[in-house]
């Protein structure tokens, strides 16, 4: 296989980089910001400029559904996309992920987790605490703190997300075996359609 480059969300940038150096030792990682799943278009437009400057070089998208035409990108000659919804079902597995979106569960992932105010109150608007907790409460039965360990559960953080949406917060131990099958997969399908 020729050089191999990650290109992925920050969303997943601690786990990811617990994971995949050790496997896929000299790969490159290239962690996209977060935030660009707020706004799809740009994302799609960062997506193809990396992949523009990694031609040439096997490139795995490690994403979900993120933008309308996450699937073409992950045709393109020499690149391949993890097989999930989004980041919750890759750390979840499917079965998991969708059992939780059927129970209307809002998951929380540590590194939105950490920037919780910036997602709710600088992308998606909710200044007005009141508004919030009827969107959330209109739209969703429970938030998940998907707890993967490798940092402490941020306890005052999930006490301030509490206190702003009036619901309280579930936290989830999560392996990150999903997470892991599921990249292995791409890279082995990857392998496949190397010549």
Known sequence: MSELSFLCCSVLRKELELLLPPRYPGAELVFLDSMLHMRPRELEKELNFWLERKAGRQCVLV?????AHMREDARRPGCVRTAGANCGELLLGRDEYRRLRNERAFLFLPEWTERWREVFESQL???DRELAREFMAETRKRLVYLDTGLQPPPVPTLADIEEFFAME?????VSLD?????IATAVRRLSAETP
């Open 63 to 67: 994403y979900g559904d993120c933008h």
């Open 125 to 127: 608007g909710f200044v």
């Open 169 to 173: 917060v579930e936290m989830l131990p």
């Open 178 to 182: 999903h997470l892991s099958q599921a």
